[in-house]
């Protein structure tokens, strides 16, 4: 019969008394981590040890002791590190500094995100028709179609974009059409063809190579051009309330596919471009200000409905008139700190405009919302 090693076997099988509120399981002897064994080792308990498990004791609580020693000063440089880089008057949390992943565009986010151009492209080349017309008149990646105009050259590739209207004709935030009208034309990329003969004198015949929609007759056709790419970003700490700075700001003045409400991997247009130094691969965070709130007419409604619980002897109001004041506190939204939603990248520039991709977001972003450039991104 084996005799009990050093005192080891009670060790392990002791039980601490139970906390009246504690559910948990007791752990098995085989779950004992490796600290116990470090300090049984310390202990003077190695010669059981050894004898037990097998192998040279006294190194492994060496190596242990070592391990532990390397966590506990790395943890402690991280958080010395992570206080030194905490912006003054400000706590570090997961809620206010949380950390975010960056999605990275693909070839799809960067050539089917359409934008906004000031200058409307002319469109005497054109989609006339396909192989298969009357009977079909939507096309896809291998159709062959044809193309009106001139300036054709065989091999030569062209991109597919639509001229937008919006039909259903409804400001997703107040002015958004006059704001749009500033900006210029919405545009939307619908995919590129190659021409392919070119010995028709009136048309030419071109077939689909990519498409983002099917292709339409009257779609325009312009002179294709390769996108620059955005590289990977790694994942970091997101300042939720950053304060407003004198940094290029902005605002986002309409969704792709004239979305309101938009998410992660989404394409939104920015009426700013390269005239104010905007490029491909700057980043802007995504900016909310509870005003926005309260100029909206559907939104609003939260704020004049009642906040205050029954028992309280004294009820807020928020920005009240004559005669909704209560005899509580006064709260003015505008004093209320701004808050960043998402962080936009842009894909894509015009003169006056720039498409950018929503690389994450912390809630929707909406059409209207601020941005500001980030540039410690």
Not at 122 to 139: E, I, M, R
Request: aromatic share 8%; proline share 7%.
């Amino acid at each position: 019969m084996q005799q009990p090693i050093n005192g080891l076997d009670e060790k392990l099988s002791a039980k601490p008394a139970p906390h009246p509120r504690n559910l948990d399981p007791y752990l098995p002897p085989c779950y004992l981590p490796a600290t116990a064994f470090l300090y049984l080792a310390l202990e003077g308990e190695g010669d059981g040890l050894r004898s037990l498990l097998g192998g040279n004791m006294k190194k492994t609580g060496l190596l242990l002791l070592l391990i532990a020693t390397t966590g506990w000063a790395q943890s402690s440089a991280q958080g010395a590190a992570a206080d030194q880089t905490s912006p003054e008057g400000t706590v570090v949390t997961t809620a206010n500094f949380p950390t975010v992943r960056f999605e990275t565009p693909t070839y799809a986010d960067l050539y089917c995100a359409g934008f906004i151009s000031k200058q409307t492209l002319p469109d005497a080349n054109f989609v006339a028709g396909g192989l298969h017309t009357p009977g079909t008149t939507k096309f896809v990646k291998g159709d062959l179609v044809y193309l009106e105009g001139s300036g054709y050259t065989a091999g030569a590739q062209y991109e597919i974009v639509r001229a937008l209207r919006d039909v259903n004709e409804y400001e997703m935030y107040p002015g958004q059409k006059k704001t749009l009208k500033a900006a210029g034309q919405p545009y939307e990329e619908v995919g590129r063809v190659r021409i392919i003969d070119t010995r028709n004198t009136h048309s030419v015949v071109a077939q689909i190579e990519y498409d983002c929609d099917p292709v339409n007759p009257g779609d325009t056709a312009i002179p294709f051009a390769e996108k620059s790419t955005v590289s990977f970003h790694s994942p970091t700490h997101f300042d939720r309330f950053l304060p407003a700075s004198n940094k290029l700001s902005a605002r986002i003045v309409m969704g792709k596919d004239f979305d309101a409400t938009m998410g992660t991997g989404q394409k939104v247009y920015i009426n700013v471009g390269t005239n104010q130094g905007v490029k491909v691969g700057d980043y802007f965070r995504a900016l909310r200000s509870y005003e926005s709130a309260l100029e909206d007419p559907v939104d609003s409604l939260s704020f004049k409905a009642s906040t205050a619980e029954d028992t309280q002897k004294k009820q807020p109001s928020i920005d009240p008139h004559m005669f909704t004041k209560s005899n509580g506190p006064i709260i003015h939204v505008r004093d209320l700190p701004r808050r960043g939603v998402g962080e936009v990248v842009v894909i894509g520039v015009t003169p006056t405009t720039a498409t950018g991709m929503i690389v994450f977001a912390l809630e929707d972003v909406h059409a209207g919302d601020g941005v500001e450039m980030d540039e410690a991104q």
